[in-house]
């Protein structure tokens, strides 16, 4: 099937899915691969052109943010000469609508881990505990549910690489296989109630309840911070911090909550209810071009 994009329609599938939203796509002759909730399917963009097999053109539209009017949010994150680079250089990139379960469960085993070992994690727990599914041949596994998970031990978990975050993992999954803990309704909910939500949950500090919030319960406003993202407040928004702020998060691999509440507090109140897409432009702009000759990266 296809779908095509109105001219005004910015979007970038390979910027998309490359930017480190996901974690489960992978791009085999010139298609996108991955599996959401139960539907393997496969993607590809040409021109203005976007072709899928095995989904509806209105999960497409709904999953890669195709009802974002981007050219409204770019020009409104726009503040500064440094983000305008960015905007300019990555024109296109989207904020996806992952599954909000499975994106949970990715950002927790993503904490202090890098790229590839996430995949791994999550490649090792959808194949031993997530369904089996075909498409063309190929062979995708559904990520797990949380019953699943739940009934799994932590041993068990800790057997696909998790490490530590098993037992958040196994915590969090039987809090919302009981219905103790729902996090579909968090969607209804506001920024701020969501995000408390979130934090009462196992292995969820305020990093992995703002990617959540940002790539799957439609929260653009949310600013998650890590290790990039301190080095470009560090680099061209210090002087909105006092200079021992910056001289003092700037010495430390780390920071402690305040310190991270104060960075993401400034992201939302400076680029506003987008700062989200703010966020991602400038973490992508910093890792894969400001960047590119020491880390070797191709998109």
């Known amino acids: 099937m296809e779908l095509e994009l109105r001219p005004s329609q910015f979007f970038d599938l390979d910027l998309t899915l490359c930017c480190g939203q996901a974690f489960r796509w992978k791009k085999l002759d010139g298609w996108w691969y991955g599996i959401v909730k139960d539907k393997p399917l496969k993607v590809r963009q040409k021109g203005n052109v976007v072709e899928f097999e095995n989904v509806s053109p209105e999960f497409i539209e709904a999953y890669f943010g195709l009802r974002d009017d981007l050219p409204s949010i770019l020009a409104q994150i726009t503040r500064d000469h440094h983000i ?3 905007v300019k250089t ?9 599954d909000p379960w499975e994106c949970l469960i990715s950002y927790i085993c993503a904490t202090y881990k890098n790229i590839p070992a996430i995949k791994r994690m999550l490649s090792n727990m959808a194949e031993r505990f997530g369904e089996k599914m075909l498409l063309e041949g190929r062979v995708f596994y ?9 009934e799994a031990s932590p041993k068990d978990l800790a057997e696909c690489g998790l490490g ?11 809090k919302v296989a009981g219905g ?26 305020p990093k992995v309840a703002d990617c959540v919030l940002l790539f799957s319960l439609e929260k653009l406003e949310a600013f998650p911070v890590d290790v990039w993202i301190k080095r470009i407040i560090i680099g061209h928004y210090g002087s909105f911090f006092e200079k021992s702020f910056i001289e003092k998060v700037s010495l430390k691999k780390s920071l402690t909550r305040a310190e991270y509440e104060r960075i993401s507090f400034f992201g939302r109140e400076y680029f506003g209810v987008y700062a989200g897409y703010a966020q ?6 910093e890792r894969a071009v400001a960047n590119k000759p020491r880390l070797g990266f191709s998109p």
Request: aromatic fraction near 12%; glycine fraction near 4%.
């Open 142 to 150: 559904a990520f797990p549910t949380a019953e699943k998970l739940a």
């Open 90 to 98: 990555l024109k296109g990139l989207r904020i996806l609508r992952q």
């Open 280 to 285: 991602e432009y400038l973490f992508h702009f």
């Open 180 to 205: 103790e803990f729902k996090i579909e309704d968090l969607k209804a909910e506001s920024f701020r109630k969501a995000r408390e939500s979130l934090l009462t949950l196992p292995g969820v500090g």
């Open 164 to 174: 530590y975050r098993a037992k958040y993992v196994s915590e969090t999954a039987k």
């Open 84 to 86: 305008e680079k960015a």
